[in-house]
Nanobody, 122 residues
């Protein structure tokens, strides 16, 4: 599966952005999907994940602010980011997890898209 992420940009603190990721290939609905981020000097972080059945996972740092969703008819996964903070600044990546792996774990992901830059700054 190939993944194409978009929607990043520059936003002021407290603002919102919505990231999109479109997948090509077959059987999108069977994959768990996730959003990761990597900030300069920091390790890659699993921000949010959603199972093939629609169950979701969030890192503590984004709970209550970010929402992950998917549209299987479009082969797409989204990340709605609200109340953004400067510490959310990072390159964000979408990824796909094979059905037999754990979408809540970084190690559960097999396929990666290119990143999209999110910068939160005044």
């Amino acid at each position: 599966v190939q993944l194409q992420a978009s929607g990043g940009g520059l936003v002021q603190p407290g603002g919102s952005l919505k990231l999109s990721c479109v997948a090509s290939g077959r059987s999108f609905s069977t994959y768990g999907m996730g959003w990761f981020r990597r900030a300069p000097g920091k390790e890659r972080e699993l921000v949010a994940g959603i199972s093939s059945g629609g169950n979701s996972y969030y890192a503590d740092s984004v709970k209550g602010r970010f929402t992950i969703s998917r549209d299987n008819s479009k082969g797409a996964v989204y990340l709605q980011m609200n109340s953004l903070k400067p510490e959310d600044t990072a390159v964000y990546y979408c990824a796909a997890s094979s059905y037999y792996k754990d979408y809540r774990s970084i190690r559960g992901y097999d396929y990666w898209g290119q990143g999209t830059q999110v910068t939160v700054s005044s």
